[in-house]
């Protein structure tokens, strides 16, 4: 498999000054507990995300930062606790104070074209710290805006009139995951379109996700377990980042590797084959415990599920664990049973267990050592959110760590529809990981147990 390009451009950005932007309404001044699955330690930042929107000429005339920053203080009346503060009180518990002082709002264009990006945007995007400006003093998760938004003007081939535009934002992880993010993103295009409310009405109901009474444990917690030999984090120097397209062809070329009685989602396909891959091209020493956490969104598992308009975090991290030379040794099938097994285990009773957990031991962040996560985008929606430009050419987070890889919905250069996994490696290991990857999906010969 050939790495989708990345570019490098250089250009100049012209910023206006950021404002806040109020609800356009008078809302509710009170106080709201976050829930215990919320103000975890690993929900302790800020989400970066992009959506690229090209030229529309149905709308011309209309300026994309006046609608979208009417919308958004439209949107705000109904989710008026984002326009508020967090405040943390006694054993680190946090509490949205809704104050109506606004998310930060700002524009910017530049001498570039969305065409610059190339027929295919992908990321790693270049200048992303240009695509999407931090204000200085509001980068902080308590006392500061929690939203940020910024809507990133291209010139037109022809002329520096609007030739599309990016939809950038900077969101606090504590208020919402990605389900919940996307849920207020199209609800802001709703209201962008003419709606005179969201079609989903907000819901809060954070409690359903707090600690019981009487906090207890009852299930295996591998992802925030600190105990056992697992390996360093990979080194940080000289790392690369680029993305890579699974579509029809390349998802049935691995498909080859599953048993005909085991039946397996796109993702468990993914996963494993990426994990493996990128096992193999880090050189770990065998006996190296490993981990694979799936990150999964977690509402359809109560019973009742949780109302469809349930904005707040409900994501778990089940782990698959192993050591290098297992998954490495074996073939694709035994990783692919290893994640559908932690999938299994995210349940309610799973969700409460987790949130005892976070209480008892003071809300511990997801051990990351030897860990790798896989976080699944691709039916959130963020392609769908439409301010009247039509949907967007691509979503994408903004930047790439190095130990998430998240499966995004786009096209390539071609038109097909896929899936797009950035995958942030070291500059020898991603040379490795190629390798290995090119040769899951060209051995004509694959066949499962081999």
């Not at 809060?204 to 030999?229: K, M």
Request: charged share 20%; with cysteine; proline share 7%.
């Amino acid at each position: 498999m050939a790495l989708l390009p990345s570019n490098s451009l250089v250009f100049t950005v012209r910023r206006h000054e950021p404002e806040l932007v109020v609800p356009a309404k008078p809302t509710p001044r009170e106080c709201k507990l976050l829930s215990d699955i919320d103000d975890q330690e690993g929900h302790r930042f800020q989400i970066r995300g992009m959506h690229f929107y090209r030229y529309n000429s149905s709308m011309q005339g209309k300026d994309p930062a006046k609608v979208i920053k009417e919308a958004l203080a439209q949107t705000l009346v109904f989710y008026y606790p984002l326009a508020g503060r967090l405040r943390e009180g006694p054993n680190r518990k946090f509490t949205i104070d809704c104050t109506g002082e606004g998310v930060l709002f700002t524009e910017a264009d530049a001498d570039v074209t969305l065409e610059e990006f190339g027929d295919a945007v992908y990321p790693p995007f270049p200048c992303s710290e240009e695509l999407l400006y931090d204000v200085p003093g509001a980068n902080e998760i308590l006392n500061c805006p929690l939203l940020l938004i910024q809507v990133f003007f291209f010139k037109k081939k022809i002329n520096r009139k609007c030739g599309g535009f990016i939809f950038a934002h900077r969101f606090n992880h504590t208020m919402s995951d990605g389900a919940g993010l996307s849920q207020f993103m199209s609800a802001m295009g709703e209201i962008a379109r003419g709606a005179l409310a969201p079609s989903t009405p907000p819901v809060w109901e954070r409690h359903l996700l707090n600690a019981r009474d009487s906090p207890l444990i009852t299930c295996l917690h591998d992802e925030y377990d600190s105990v056992g030999t697992y390996g360093t984090i990979i080194p940080t120097d000289n790392l690369v980042r680029h993305s890579f397209f699974f579509g029809p062809t390349q998802i049935s070329a691995l498909r080859r590797f599953v048993p005909d009685n085991l039946r397996c989602s796109t993702f468990d396909v993914l996963s494993a084959c990426i994990w493996r891959c990128r096992t193999q091209a880090l050189g770990l020493y065998p006996d190296e415990d490993i981990r694979l956490i799936c990150i999964v969104n977690a509402r359809s598992k109560f019973n009742p599920p949780l109302s469809l308009g349930y904005y707040g975090n409900a994501l778990c991290y089940p782990a698959a664990s192993t050591t290098a030379g297992k998954l490495c040794q074996n073939p694709l099938e035994y990783a692919l049973k290893l994640v559908k097994e932690a999938k299994t285990r995210a349940t309610e009773e799973y969700m409460k267990s987790t949130a005892d957990l976070l209480v008892l031991r003071g809300r511990p962040n997801v051990n990351l050592v030897g860990s790798f996560l896989v976080s699944d985008l691709t039916r959130a929606k963020f392609l769908e959110v439409d301010f009247g430009w039509g949907e967007a050419a691509f979503f994408g987070p903004a930047t790439s760590w190095e130990l998430i890889s998240f499966y995004m919905p786009s096209k390539n250069e071609k038109g097909e529809d896929g899936i797009v996994v950035p995958v942030c490696l070291p500059a020898p290991a991603m040379k490795s990981f190629v390798k290995e990857l090119d040769g899951l999906l060209k051995d004509e010969t694959a066949a499962v147990g081999a």
